[in-house]
Structures are given as C-alpha cells and as structure tokens.
C-alpha cells in the first residue's frame, strides 16, 4: 500500500521557535485549563501575524522535550501512517468535525472548523467550512522505479487539492467567541455554535457564499449584528437564555429528532431548544422560548453534553464538580445525578471534572468519558457504580486534562482521546482490559482542542490544535495490526 504524507515544512520552525501566546482555550473552565497562569489561554497565531492596535506578542516558548518528541515523531511518520496531511491555520481552531458527504472521484472531504483569536482580532472570529482531498497518490504498472525498487507516482493522473481550502467562512458575532461548531446530523447544512456570551447560533451553509468578504461591525445596545458581503444576515437565528447569560460550552444535537439541540453552560445549566418548533413560527431572529432547561451542577458548571444515538429523550452530562455524571431524561424534570467515580484513579474525584462524554454510535448503554485528570472511563448506564474499564490517557500517574473523548463510528470498541496538556491523541480498544492502547498520535506541539472521525473510513481521523494545525491522519494498518 502507498502511503500519503503531507507534512506542512515551511512552518515547522516558526511553530517551533517562536509561538505567540493569546489566552486560553475556556478562560472560566478550569478543569480543561491545567496550565500555570501565565500560559492560560494558549492558543496561537502565525509568526508574522501583527496584534490589534500595535500591541506586543508575548512569546511562548515550546519546552525542548515536546520539540524533541515532534521531530523524533517527523522522522518515524512514514512508518506511522497511512495518510497524514498537516495544515497550519493562522489561528487555532477549538472545534473540528469532518462532514458526512464525500467525493467519490477525489475523496474529497469537508471539515467544519473555526478561527479563534481570543479578542485580539474581533473580526477574524469565525467559523468556516474546509475542503481536501485525502486520496492516495496513484501509481501503475509503468512507474514501477527498477533501482529502487517501488513505484512512483503518476503525475499524468489529475490529483485533488491536497492542501485544506476554505468553501465558506462566516463571521462570528463580534465580542464572542466559538467554544464549539457542530452540524446537524439530520440536516448538516444546519450549523449550530456554542457562543462565549452563552448564545446558541444557528447558521446555514446553503445561504453563504464564498470568500472574499468584507464585513461591517454594527451594535444595538449588548447584541450586535454583522453583515456579510454576500449574506446580509449572517445567522438565522439566535438561541438565548434571558434568564441566565453563562458563557456556553459545548452542544450536540438529536440525532432521531429534527432541530432538536442541547447546550451546556458554566453556570449549571442544560438548556434544550427546538429549531423546527420557533424557527418557523417566528419572525425575529432572537429566540428566548426553551423547550426544556435542567440543572445538573449549579457549583461549578456542565462542560459537555451528548444524545443517546438512538434514543430522542435520553442525554449525558459532564459535570465539573466531583467527577459528575448526569443523565437526564427530557420526558421528566427530575435530573438522576450519577457520580460517576473511578476507584483505580490516582486523584481523589472531587479534583477533577468530567470534560467530555459520548454515547456509543451501535450501544446506547455504552458512554466514555475523559476527565481533568486524564482518566478515560468506559460506563455502562445499568450500573453506574464504577466504569467497565478505565485508563490513563498519559503514560503515568496525572498526564493532564483530556480536552475530548470520540468512539470510533464504525467500530463499536474503538475510542480516541484528546490532550490538551500533551498534545496527543490516542486510540483505544476498549474492550481490552490489559492493554487498551492501539495508537498514538504525536503531530500536535501543543494541546489537542477537539477530534474527530470520519464516517467512512474507519480509521481516518482529523486534530486541532492550539500550535495552529489542522491535521488528518490515518494509521498505519501495519501498526494497528501490531500493538
């Protein structure tokens, strides 16, 4: 099999030598962000990028044992992958999702990503939606190299882009930033974002056209409306807790009930809006009618949330305070609130907190989740006592916050987890109560803000991180078949 890589050279040196700091990923959740003060907020922008009216870059120097680990990881990459193509973005991204459709012809691929630039450039805030090809170079019979004995590749056959082109890019709300973008799965031209002013946005892909743009910053009192080049409004409708004003973590949408989203607040709470039901019946684009709101941890604040896959009431919650898990049934107002403790962890439950759950795509009774504490847990929801199978993300002992937990779509016992302290991303059987661990992902510098899988291939994947790069990856099979 030949094998794709795609390494991004031209900014290996600056990402190395000279990083800027911005801030930090969530400056109120303090059990993703471990990092001294200092470095808190430790997203990234190019080398050349100039701040907001002539103020000063503060550098951030990446610590000689992670430079050592990246370039050690550069050299032994051929042997690693399948395919592995790295973009560096001018600003990092928080959140990645790669959509459903592909291109038969050119495996071309869309990824649903965001800029974030922690208010220093109000204007670059956004979300945008990516295209690249990740086929494999193609090769025949008549390139086969005698001396060195391999084939080459066909440079008559038309190639897709295989560098990441933006399709559309849509300002976000200036002031705000977008904690996480994720589509529809009903409908993905439907893109809901978690705001840092506790909004929920709702976007059309359908109604944007492509770059350039220019864009014109308009206030009305605390909302404020930016128009578009192309598309005058630049979101169809805005979700918003007239109540509560708790910046917004994370979302997910139902996946058996069309229009149905789910947020998850600093303050606590869990709010349940539904598009099909306001959207239509409402001519302004501000929404403060709920369908249902909860309150699983008014301490110290909710940081993710996921829907049953095949259930349209049931949904998990990652709490802040002692290891949480809540499991809430939209049918009632009565919220169960599980601790969900890992007795094999090194860290005593009421210092860590449950950063990312995911019910299993094939078992609805299977949830994982990732703690501030770098404990993976595999749950079963008849007995909630102590998970199925639990693991350390790093090699030992507290290896730090794990930003983002995802199970394999098409293989029910395989699961990836996310670092944010690290900088890896590694998969998991869990299934194997000895040894889980099948690969590890060593691309990123710095902390992994959000992964995801593709649905097609079983074992592509895409990473964003806070050194600013996008990459999309694929074991090695060798490698898997190996560990």
């Given at each position: ?95 990645c999702e790669i959509f459903p459709d592909v291109e038969i012809a050119t495996e071309k691929r869309r990824i649903l990503l965001s800029s974030f630039t922690s208010s220093q450039l109000p204007l670059n805030e956004s979300i ?120 917004a973590y994370s979302l997910a949408w139902n996946y058996q009930r069309n229009g149905i989203v789910a947020t998850c607040h600093a303050d606590g709470t869990v709010n349940i809006w539904n598009l099909s039901k306001t959207y ?199 490698q898997l078949m190996n560990s």
């Amino acid at each position: 099999m030949m094998t794709s890589i795609l390494l991004d050279d031209e900014n290996d040196k600056a990402s190395i030598d000279n990083i800027t700091n911005i801030n930090s990923v969530h400056e109120t959740r303090d059990s993703i962000v471990t990092l001294n003060e200092k470095n808190k907020k430790e997203n990234h922008t190019e080398q050349n990028n100039e701040p907001e009216n002539g103020g000063e870059h503060t550098s951030l120097t990446i610590p000689e044992d992670l430079q050592r680990k990246y370039i050690n990881w550069k050299k032994n990459a051929k042997i690693l992958y399948d395919y592995l193509n790295s973009n560096t973005s001018k600003w990092p991204s928080l959140t990645c999702e790669i959509f459903p459709d592909v291109e038969i012809a050119t495996e071309k691929r869309r990824i649903l990503l965001s800029s974030f630039t922690s208010s220093q450039l109000p204007l670059n805030e956004s979300i945008y939606i990516s295209s690249i090809s990740t086929d494999i170079p193609k090769s025949s019979l008549n390139q086969f190299d005698m001396d060195e004995m391999e084939f080459k590749i066909d440079n008559d056959v038309k190639q897709g882009n295989k560098k990441l082109a933006k399709q559309i890019e849509i300002g976000f709300p200036i002031g705000e930033e977008c904690n996480r973008a994720r589509y529809m799965p009903l409908n993905p031209d439907i893109i809901g974002c978690a705001s840092s002013s506790g909004n929920l946005y709702i976007y059309n892909r359908t109604k944007h056209g492509s770059l350039p743009r220019t864009r014109n910053g308009m206030s009305d009192g605390n909302n404020i409306a930016v128009q578009n080049e192309i598309s005058r409004d630049f979101y169809e409708v805005v979700y918003k807790d007239e109540d509560r004003h708790s910046e917004a973590y994370s979302l997910a949408w139902n996946y058996q009930r069309n229009g149905i989203v789910a947020t998850c607040h600093a303050d606590g709470t869990v709010n349940i809006w539904n598009l099909s039901k306001t959207y239509k019946k409402s001519n302004s684009k501000i929404i403060t009618t709920k369908e249902h709101d909860f309150f699983p941890d008014i301490e110290k604040g909710c940081n993710d949330v996921s829907w049953m896959v095949h259930h349209e009431s049931i949904l998990a919650v990652g709490c802040e305070s002692n290891n949480k898990i809540s499991i809430i049934d939209t049918r009632t107002n009565h919220t169960p609130y599980i601790k969900a403790t890992d007795p094999l962890s090194n860290n005593t439950a009421s210092a860590s907190g449950i950063n990312s759950v995911q019910f299993n795509y094939q078992n609805d009774l299977l949830l994982c989740s990732g703690n501030s504490n770098s404990r993976v847990g595999v749950w079963d929801l008849r007995n909630m006592g102590k998970p199925v199978n639990s693991w350390n993300h790093g090699n030992t002992g507290n290896s730090g916050s794990i930003s983002s937990v995802a199970w394999n779509p098409n293989i029910s016992n395989v699961l990836a987890s996310a670092g944010l302290n690290d900088g890896l991303v590694k998969i998991w059987d869990a299934s194997d109560i000895e040894d889980p661990l099948l690969f590890t992902h060593g691309g990123h510098m710095l902390g992994v803000n959000d992964i995801s899988w593709d649905l097609h291939d079983s074992w592509l994947m895409c990473s964003v991180s806070n050194d600013n790069s996008i990459q999309i990856w694929k074991p090695s099979m060798k490698q898997l078949m190996n560990s």
